[in-house]
């Protein structure tokens, strides 16, 4: 019998706010973003882009690149070796531009040379004659047909209708509206960067790049290479945040090639005004909707026309058609709708996935709508969404029963009973900083009104419509040390942290060693979807059980001891029904325990020609309320306060989901009144900081938080991601606030002072 | 490439020379590629985001918008002067511990940002700290938890010693 | 590329002498971002933050005159003692970009590259600025007025540095208001700066990015100075009105990517009619 150890309990299981083991790095400017690699030997690599946004290539001609003296490599689509085009859904995006140019910015060639000085003159040097040709911008010509194809698979990327239940209802009260929703850009900080290694026979390639999913930019790398997968080597380069815009390929190609080419490794990193144009953006989005409900304002039927401008290529377009139009109904019960929704191509910059995924779009829609339907039925925004709200057991318009934990009513109580701003406008200080305006000194206290709004949401979690996004994971355990591998991108979000506490929670460890993320091990699947903690936690939690499986099994052998009667208490092995308590590191002396466990969560169906069919995996439920200030003759805002309830499950590192919950709100606040890729004739005005406004710390609002721990038995550990909400129904709780604050009408995002004080 | 020069530079109390360099080089570049010293990010090179900002003769300033070779002869302190390797400063501990950070692109920046700050005023008011930050931006927090980190080394160094430290960065 | 640092103005000038074409670096939150972007190259550099005769200001009692030298960094005139001089550039000061911004922009730099919504200019404008430069051959002083000829055009020669500003402490009420779309770093969408001179009896508006140069506003001016009552502190409300009215007139803006000429005329209108209420709290 041992004496039972006396040590300090074991933290940094689930459930502590631990900090992350890469902290101190990333506070001492020493951890490795992907833009900090670099190699003995190594060229810089520059992409050529389209200036125009529509034209024929008639000629390139490279021979003045070739002039200057340190360039070492120019390529074009004619030295892509394999497939030459990519994509995540549909491969219809051209690796380097061949005969037309679909895009402002779309890559046309790239060099490689000794500075990035030589780089941009090399590229001024490349003479490219173009006939410009008149570029598709509105999406309903797309729809239309009045425009050629201005690409082989056509201007319309997808349709999809959704149909349920009686057609032909009319509500005593009828509401409608059409809603207007911007270009937003991911705007992450940590830039494009890449380092590409190639093999000294020419036949392999190491890359070294922030992305969001190892295993899938391998398949399209390897495939434009012409290589096999196991000849294209991926390790995540530390990732500068993500937001959905490193889902799609955008530098790696090219820098593998410039790599092959020359024999040399190759960094390349994008400019900001690059960044804008090279990866993909949030779908601007026009919605029409129209809510039937009855006098007290229960609804009873939703019509809806939705279209999404895709841009020039595909990317996943038609996912998030398919997220926007079946969320269409929001976080509210609904038995008949009519949707018919578009996912179009333009000549418009290429938009994918953003934070949000088309919810973004149906949610700004959808609480407008529920705003309206309140006046008109002489309700409240409150009362009036407690009495649609969602419950566990309910059906989408998909058909699809929520089988979910669905607190709505408990997010909008909880974030209704957290308490408004104690201070009034200006603050008791009468500080300037707190008007519209700020330092600008714009506005008095007596020129500011103050407004509040409402936003609630249901997000779906994980893929949808078939699509099996399963996580991989190995944990290996020997001598009390435990160390987890897998190829889940870390881009800030904070898996590493929680995978080390799974860990801890179920081997009983202090020591976590987190591996390299590469693709050495199986896929993790996309850092994306919210379905990170509940996909790749699933994972390590499957590898680690198999483990500690494996360690009662080699205790139970050494005592005589049941396995099944074996638990973990602390850092030990215990017997539950006997006295044995033996460390897990002396259990584990001398063992190599090693366990890869694929997470899959339950299959789910595509939409028959309806858009019936049960096509997401779970949903997660979230409320707003946002307080603001407004000068009303300036048009100005100021956001006060947002207050929110979200569901999320469990709380498997409090301040992480805390840090989660406000920037997803930062990006909210954003969209709401400040950030808009502004494009006029498929030409882009403000590819930059200075005009592509981010909230600073000066335009961002106190949060009040409560955190809704309904734990739901379906996820591996009973969290939901957390990752979208906060980005979704803030965005139109600040505008409903606005709108209460001006008592008019505000149909688009972001908001423009114009919109707020002209006619 | 064919024009490059030589001159030398103070970097956190060291002298380095810089060889094989382009004079229109910024600071920010010159810093990460010439001298090894990564700590320094860029995000903007517009002066618009923070994530290079660095001190010159005591002063915070955006890394991008100095022409490295104009900057012979002043004293320059990069994140990597902050505090030795694995001895995080009191104000980079407090981001760490208050989950001030998350990707950490623009943490080098706002360390130097609030170590500046911190040795302006002592005791800043969140309005204050909101105001000197407002140059460094970040896109995965919200700032909630900044705020938090700042205000708890002021706190705490008020409560070491009764009347603030001298929490500043030498050069 | 060659770039010359020069410790004392006589060699600046110098420099700027052998080789007019040269581009001057100031604290670099022009020239930097062009250069960084690739947008635009340069042969060489004279770079005159080290010139301490441009790191001067000094207050001339006597003379009721500020003299603040070019390289002075917008950081020290938001901040006291040069503040409580001319509190409305002061203001303006304090929302040039961010702390790391104000730490290196000057006010030499603002006006040589004066753009419409340089934050300093207005109010260097409705102050009847002097602006000094110098020449190997000799100095000269222009009004902003002068000084300012288009949109980032100046009256400088080649061969000359704009060495400084004169302005005067004016008694009286001054103020300047920003407005941008977000609470910091922002460029200007509209701008105005108002000086009340008690001792004179006139009321100067000047407006940024309303027009292709700093405008000044006459009409206005000469409205309020014949309307408002500095005894008292008081302008009637219809004054205010109308003021804010003849200053819309005044403006002359455009459509960009930034916002329209509608909004524009109808904010400066906003901030022209709050700023003469703050200068006149009195009904």
Redesign the interface.
């Known amino acids: 019998m041992t004496d039972a150890p006396t040590r300090s309990e074991l933290r940094g299981r689930l459930g502590d706010s631990i900090a992350r083991p890469d902290g101190v790095p990333k506070v001492q400017g020493t951890f490795a973003f992907s833009g900090d690699l670099s190699a003995d030997g190594f060229l810089w690599g520059a992409t050529l882009r389209s200036p125009y946004p529509h034209a024929r290539i008639i000629s390139i001609d490279l021979s003045g690149a070739w002039k200057i003296s340190g360039v070492e490599a120019v390529i074009t689509a004619t030295d892509v070796p394999g497939k030459s085009t990519y994509g995540l859904i549909s491969h219809d995006q051209p690796v380097f531009a061949v005969d037309v140019v679909r895009f402002v910015g779309e890559p046309i060639a790239a060099v490689a040379a000794d500075h990035p000085e030589t780089c ?1 003159r090399a590229l001024a040097a490349i003479v490219v004659e173009y006939e410009v040709l008149p570029p598709l911008v509105d999406p309903e010509r797309a729809i239309d047909g009045s425009h050629a194809p201005v690409h082989p698979d056509g201007n319309v990327i997808r349709h999809q209708r959704i149909v349920r239940g009686d057609q032909t209802i009319q509500g005593p009260v009828i509401v409608e509206g059409t809603y207007e929703l911007g270009m937003q850009d991911q705007a992450f900080l940590g830039l494009e960067a890449a380092l590409a290694l190639p093999d000294s026979g020419g036949d392999g390639i190491e890359l070294f790049v922030a992305t969001q999913w190892l295993h899938e930019d391998q398949k399209q790398i390897a495939a434009c290479l012409g290589f096999p997968e196991d000849k294209v080597r991926l390790t995540l380069g530390g990732v500068g945040g993500a937001f959905g815009a490193r889902e799609d390929i955008s530098l790696q190609v090219h820098t593998c090639l410039l790599a092959l080419r020359t024999g040399r490794p190759v960094r390349m990193a994008y ?1 900001r ?1 690059e960044s804008f144009l090279g990866h993909v953006h949030r779908h601007p989005c026009t919605i029409w909707m129209r809510h039937h409900a009855d006098y007290d304002g229960r609804i009873l039927r939703v019509e809806a026309r939705f279209v999404f401008d895709g841009g020039a290529y595909a990317s996943t377009s038609s996912a998030v058609l398919i997220n926007g139009i079946t969320h269409a109904q929001g976080p509210y019960k609904c038995e008949n709708a009519t949707v018919d929704g578009w996912a179009v191509r333009t000549n418009n910059l290429p938009c994918g996935a953003m934070r949000g995924f088309g919810v973004v779009q149906a949610c700004f829609a959808h609480e407008g709508q529920m705003d309206k339907l309140a006046v008109a039925v002489g309700s409240d925004p409150v009362a009036i969404r407690l009495l649609n709200a969602m419950e566990t057991g309910d059906r989408l318009i998909t058909g699809q029963v929520i089988e979910n934990v669905a607190p709505v009513a408990r997010c909008i109580r909880e974030t209704a009973a957290l308490p408004l701003p104690s201070q009034p406008v200006g603050g008791h200080d009468l500080d300037p ?1 707190r008007l ?9 206290v007596s ?1 500011i009104r103050r407004g509040i709004g409402w936003g609630v949401a249901i997000k779906n979690l994980m893929y949808s419509e078939a699509f099996d996004d399963y996580s991989t994971a190995r944990v290996r355990l020997a001598d009390g040390v435990a160390s987890v591998k897998f190829a889940t991108a870390e881009v800030g979000q904070g898996f590493v942290t929680i995978a080390g506490q799974i860990v801890r929670s179920i081997l009983g460890v202090d020591e976590v060693i987190i591996e390299a993320i590469d693709t050495t091990v199986g896929s993790a699947g996309s850092t994306s979807a919210s379905r990170q903690t509940w996909m790749s936690g699933g994972a390590v939690d499957g590898a680690c059980r198999l483990v500690r499986e494996q360690l009662f099994q080699h205790v139970g052998q050494m005592h005589g001891i049941d396995p099944l009667r074996l638990t973990i208490d602390g850092r030990d092995v215990v017997d539950a029904e006997g006295s044995l308590r033996v460390s897990v590191t002396d259990a584990s002396a001398g063992l190599e325990l090693d366990q890869t466990f694929e997470h899959h969560h339950r299959p789910t169906e595509d939409l028959d020609e309806f858009g019936q069919g049960n096509c997401h995996t779970a949903f997660a439920f979230v409320a707003h309320r946002a307080v603001v200030d407004v000068d009303v ?4 805002v ?1 956001v006060v306060q947002i207050a929110t309830a979200q569901d999320i499950g469990r709380a498997l590192n409090p301040l992480s989901v805390v840090g989660q919950i406000e920037g997803g709100i930062a990006q909210g606040l954003g969209l709401a ?2 950030e808009e890729i ?1 494009q ?1 004739d498929g030409h882009v ?2 590819a930059s900081f ?2 592509y ?1 981010l ?5 961002m609002p106190d949060v009040a938080i409560s955190l809704i721990e309904e734990p739901d038995p379906m996820a591996p550990l009973g969290a939901k991601g957390v990752g979208e909400p906060p980005t979704i129904s803030s965005t139109p709780a600040i505008v409903a606030a606005i709108r209460d604050a001006i008592g008019r009408d505000l149909t688009r995002v972001p908001v ?3 919109d707020i ?2 006619p | 490439m064919a ?1 490059s020069q030589i001159y030398s530079l103070h970097v956190n109390g060291e002298q380095r020379e810089v060889a094989d360099a ?3 080089e ?1 600071l920010l570049f010159v810093l990460r590629e010439r001298l090894g010293l990564m700590g320094s990010k860029g995000a903007c ?4 985001c ?1 994530s290079c ?1 660095v001190l010159v003769d005591g ?4 890394s ?4 490295a ?2 900057a ?2 002043q004293q320059i302190v990069t994140i990597e002067g902050v505090a030795p390797v694995g001895s995080p400063s009191d104000v980079q501990q407090a981001f760490v511990d208050a989950g001030a950070v998350q990707c950490g692109f623009c943490t080098p920046g706002l360390i130097m ?1 609030a170590h ?1 700050l911190l040795e302006r005023s002592p005791a800043p008011s969140e309005m204050e700290i909101r ?2 930050l ?3 931006i970040c896109r995965c927090t919200g700032y909630g938890r900044i705020i938090d980190a700042v205000q708890r080394v002021a706190v705490a160094r008020i409560v070491v010693n009764g009347r603030g430290i001298d929490g500043g960065i030498k050069s | ?3 010359i ?1 020069p410790t004392s103005l006589h060699s600046a000038l110098q420099a700027l002498a052998d080789s007019p074409e040269a581009t001057v ?1 100031a ?3 022009d ?3 062009e ?4 947008h635009r ?2 042969a060489s ?1 004279i ?1 005159v ?2 010139v301490p005769e441009l790191c001067s200001w000094s207050h001339d009692a006597v003379a009721g005159l500020l003299n603040i030298g070019a390289g002075i960094s917008y ?1 020290e005139i938001a901040r006291e003692p040069i503040a409580q001089w001319v509190p409305a550039l002061a ?1 303006a000061a ?2 040039v ?5 104000r ?2 922009a000057t006010i030499g730099g603002n006006l040589g590259t004066c753009s419409p919504a340089g934050d300093g200019l207005p109010v260097l404008a409705a102050l009847d600025a002097m602006i000094h430069l110098a020449s190997l051959t000799g100095v000269r002083t222009l009004s902003f007025a002068d000084f300012m000829v288009g949109p980032k055009r100046t009256a400088r020669l080649p061969g000359e540095l704009i060495t400084g500003v004169t302005v005067p402490v004016v008694r009286g009420w001054q ?15 509209a ?1 105005a700066a108002l000086v009340a001179d008690s001792d004179a009896g006139t009321v100067r508006v000047a407006l940024g990015s309303a027009g292709p140069t700093i405008l000044r506003c006459p009409e206005a001016e000469a409205f309020a100075a014949a309307h408002v009552d500095f005894a008292a502190g008081s302008a009637a409300d219809s004054v205010v009105d109308q003021f804010a009215g003849l200053v819309r007139t005044a403006a002359r803006p455009i459509d960009d ?4 000429a ?2 524009r005329r ?2 400066v209108g ?2 022209a009619g ?1 700023l003469l209420r ?1 200068a006149f709290p009195h009904g």
């Open positions: 941009r400019s005004e900083l519209p305006g700020g330092s600008g000194l714009t506005a008095d020129h003759e300036l048009g100005l100021k009144v400040m502004i006029i005005r403000n200075t005009d406004l909230p600073t710390f000066l335009d423009r002072p114009n004080c002209l | 024009e382009w004079l229109g910024s090179e517009q002066g618009e923070g900002s002063a915070l300033v955006c991008c918008l100095v022409l070779a104009a012979v002869g940002a500046s105001e000197e407002s140059g460094n | 590329m060659s770039v640092i670096l604290g670099g939150t020239l930097m971002v250069l960084n972007s690739g190259q340069v550099v770079a933050s080290r950081d203001q304090r929302t970009g961010s702390p790391q911004i730490h290196a103020g300047y208001s920003k407005v941008g779309v977000r609470n910091a770093m922002v460029i200007a969408v701008s990517h930034r916002s329209s509608a909004y109808h904010a906003v901030l709050r703050r």
